[in-house]
Nanobody
Framework: QVQLVESGGGLVQAGGSLRVSCAVS????????VGWYRQAPGKQREFVAR???????NSADSVKGRFTISRDNAKNTVYLQMDSLKPEDTAVYYC???????????WGQGTQVTVSS
């Protein structure tokens, strides 16, 4: 059973920083990619950033230059470093892992990030 456990969310002032973590059960290399999505109240879930098995990263235009995705292979953990946070970054942040077969997708329970103005 695949488990993704997010942590690190919280309340921060605009302009501040926060790092959220996603601990993946098993080897992180068993997945095609691991990434982050977010969902604000009343809005659809949207892509934030992902890192591929080979280490390639990509991110949404709205967070480019402010958010950085990385991973610790030994800990099977993916991080999202969020800098220069804005109130519009407020959302529940979800970790997602896409299996190597490209057909199975797994989600964590989410972690709340709130940015005050």
């Amino acid at each position: 059973q695949v488990q993704l456990v997010e942590s690190g969310g919280g309340l921060v002032q605009a302009g501040g920083s926060l790092r959220v973590s996603c601990a993946v059960s098993g080897s992180i290399f068993s997945f095609n990619n691991v990434g982050w999505y977010r969902q604000a109240p009343g809005k659809q879930r949207e892509f934030v950033a992902r890192i591929s098995r080979g280490g390639l990263t990509n991110s949404a235009d709205s967070v480019k230059g402010r958010f950085t995705i990385s991973r610790d292979n030994a800990k099977n953990t993916v991080y999202l470093q969020m800098d220069s946070l804005k109130p519009e970054d407020t959302a529940v942040y979800y970790c997602n892992a896409l299996a190597a077969n490209m057909t199975s997708s797994y989600w964590g329970q989410g972690t709340q990030v709130t940015v005050s103005s």
